[in-house]
């Protein structure tokens, strides 16, 4: 057999083109709608909110793993393995309500990105989101995979402007290592439902659903590539691949994370700005306080991370829904061959941006959003963990018993934050 064949010839290929699905995964977690929540935290309670990411990374890395390497075993997404061995009403349950936040969040995002540009530009706000939102759908639609992954990867970057933000502002990294460390109160309602807010926008099931699609994407890319339950010579790099990736990838999006909340801690909190809703409100709050520079820094990355997170958010609907009625889906397709793919990715994105026309409380919005993602985060959670140790779908690679206790700590984790959040309600 041939080194492409065994896979052995992607040990060659450079660091980034090893990044990918994991590498992006992660990076659109950190969208917009995420950018408000870690903003909130670190005004609201300071150093006091660090710790989260450091606890969710290794939940994260864990479930994330376990996604990719169902895609990557079976050659089939979730909603397909899921309609394969499970019953309809759970799946059609699942994809549903998939779909119904998944359309929040895109509506939120594309506001939050008019938003960002009208602070840095000026001029009106949801012209500039309509103009996100349709460049973001005519990209999904009218470029192949292999160069818009290429494209993905690039956009990662602009999440070093949180980093960068950090730097420009003085930082007392003694608190800022002993909040990191040392998970200390005031457990109050507001504090715990903001710890809640921190794991459902850090945990979301279309992170899930995207990580599986795009292993599958990347195989089916490569023609000497096979799924690993039938080219099982090809595992061993394969799987060495995903957990690099994964953990990179996760990695990434904690670090951008933790620079957020620790921005906004040393900027907002300490200067009793305390209430933040929104990503763009955070950006605004900050200009007078940290300097103009650190103003565009913010708000720029605001847009870099809409621009990744729309296609994810979008995608992974299209995905859940054509696996699950069984219609041909890919990126790689034109949209002619799979027309019902392509639409719900336009369905999707358009219905986000109507949203954000309408007089729907884009706040209220979101934290519906956020309640359903965590709702819906568990079962699927659940399912993903059962299906990863059947040999009718991941053959002989049935996740180890490691990965599988990471992965159950992060669902337990998950429905403990759940069951909080319904608590404190």
């Not at 935290?41 to 660090?50: D, P, R, S, T």
């Not at 995979?145 to 990294?173: D, E, Q, S």
């Amino acid at each position: 057999m041939s080194k492409a064949r065994t896979g052995v010839d992607a040990t060659s290929s450079s660091w980034l083109r090893k990044l990918g699905p994991g590498l992006i995964t992660g990076a659109a977690d950190d969208d917009p709608s995420g950018i408000a929540t870690y903003s909130q935290a670190g005004a609201q309670f300071g150093f006091g909110m660090l710790w989260t990411v450091l606890l969710t990374y290794p939940l994260m890395v864990g479930i994330q793993m376990v996604s990719a390497r169902i895609g990557r075993v079976s050659g089939h997404g979730l909603a397909t393995n899921i309609r394969r061995h499970y019953p309809a009403w759970l799946l059609h349950a699942v994809v549903g309500l998939l779909l119904i936040a998944n359309t929040i969040n895109i509506a939120a995002d594309i506001s939050a990105m008019g938003e960002a540009l009208a602070l840095i530009v000026g001029g009106p706000a949801q012209l500039y989101a309509a103009a996100f939102g349709i460049v973001s759908l005519l990209l999904q639609v009218f470029i192949p995979y292999r160069r818009y992954v290429r494209f993905l990867k690039w956009l990662t970057l602009g999440l070093l402007a949180y980093v960068a933000t950090a730097f420009v502002v003085h930082i007392p990294w003694g608190q800022a290592i002993v909040g990191t460390l040392v998970p200390k109160g005031p457990w109050t309602t507001a504090y715990t439902t903001t710890v809640v807010a921190i794991f459902g926008t850090t945990i979301s099931p279309y992170l899930f659903f995207w990580q599986a699609s795009q292993e599958v994407e990347d195989q089916l890319a490569d023609p000497q590539a096979q799924p690993l339950i039938t080219a099982p010579a090809q595992a061993p790099v394969q799987l060495r691949r995903i957990r690099i990736d994964t953990c990179i990838g996760m990695g990434f999006s904690n670090l951008v994370a933790f620079f957020i909340i620790l921005t906004t801690a040393v900027t907002l909190n300490l200067h009793g700005v305390t209430d933040i809703d929104t990503s763009a409100q955070a950006a605004r709050a900050l200009r007078p306080i940290a300097g103009d520079f650190a103003f565009v820094l913010f708000s720029a990355g605001i847009i870099g991370t809409g621009l990744l997170a729309i296609p994810v958010l979008a995608g992974s609907s299209a995905y859940a829904m054509a696996g699950a009625f069984q219609w041909e889906n890919s990126l790689e397709r034109t949209p002619m061959m799979a027309k019902r793919f392509y639409g719900i990715i336009a369905i999707s994105t358009l219905l986000g941006l109507v949203l954000g026309f309408t007089a729907i409380d884009p706040i209220k919005a979101l934290y519906w959003s956020a309640v359903l993602n965590g709702v819906i985060s568990v079962p699927i959670m659940v399912v993903i963990m059962l299906m990863a140790v059947r040999s009718d779908v991941m053959g002989p690679f049935t996740i180890p018993r490691k990965l599988a206790l990471l992965g159950w700590a992060a669902t337990l984790m998950m429905g403990a934050a759940v069951l909080a959040l319904f608590l404190t309600l």
